[in-house]
């Protein structure tokens, strides 16, 4: 059974840019959570998506901001990258049970420089 | 104050030893305690669960949750050079699909 798929796994990326994150959550999941992680802070919550719609959302800027399809894969964006925004982004996915039956990928790496 | 505290360590044992791993939380609404190891490269494992208070054992894993303290605890017993990880404490409400992590403890186990 294939886990959760982030692409891609490292990236680097420049001030003021922007970038698409990807995640494919195990099949037959609907529920996809995205967590941003860093040294200084740890994980935080940035969003959670259930059957296409956001039902809920951490407290990051508007410049984060995330989709999901209706095949359960999901994307997140963040624009007008800041050198803060360097972290590992981590998607979890579950069946829609929420946070008992999480599994997480192995993160994209972004770097902004 | 943040919601929840865990002591980043490190933390470096001998093979063999019994393990402590401690958080404190600030936020009475949460029901839901887990337990999430993480290794280099990778992302964090669901290692145990525990809904409310009182203990569950899996294994050479125990974990502990004293609600009127605000404070649980993971223990691994016999430590193995592989439990060498970053483990992360996380916690939620019920209801919410939000859940709030510790910062993690690293934990080298040394042959």
């Known amino acids: 059974k294939a886990g959760v798929t982030q692409t891609p796994r490292y990236l680097i990326k420049t001030r003021g840019q922007q970038v698409t994150l990807s995640c494919s959550p195990i099949?037959?999941?609907?529920?996809v959570s995205w967590y941003q992680q860093t040294p200084g802070q740890g994980l935080q919550f940035l969003f959670e998506?259930?059957?296409?719609?956001?039902?809920n959302k951490g407290n990051f800027p508007g410049r984060f901001s995330g989709r999901q399809f209706s095949n359960s894969r999901s994307e997140m964006n963040v624009s007008t990258l800041e050198l803060g925004d360097s972290a590992l982004y981590l998607c979890?996915?579950?069946?829609?049970?929420?946070?008992?039956?999480?599994?997480f990928g192995s993160g994209t790496r972004l770097t902004v420089v | 104050q943040k919601e929840v505290e865990q002591d980043p360590g490190p933390l470096s044992v001998p093979e063999g030893a019994i393990v402590s791993l401690n958080c404190t939380y600030s936020?009475?609404?949460?029901?839901?305690f887990m337990w999430y190891r993480q290794y280099s490269r990778k992302g964090p494992e669901l290692l145990m669960y525990t809904y409310s208070s009182g203990n569950k054992e899996d294994g050479r894993f125990t974990a502990q949750v004293d609600k009127s303290s605000k404070y649980i605890s993971l223990f691994i017993r016999d430590s193995q050079p592989s439990d060498s990880a970053t483990y992360l404490c996380?916690?939620?409400?019920?209801?919410?699909?939000?859940?709030?992590f510790g910062k993690g403890m690293k934990l080298t186990v040394n042959p």
């Open positions: 936020n009475s609404a949460f029901q839901y």
């Open positions: 996380a916690m939620s409400a019920v209801g919410s699909e939000k859940l709030v």
């Open positions: 979890a996915s579950s069946p829609g049970q929420g946070r008992l039956g999480y599994t």
């Open positions: 998506y259930f059957s296409e719609t956001q039902r």
């Open positions: 099949s037959g999941h609907r529920s």
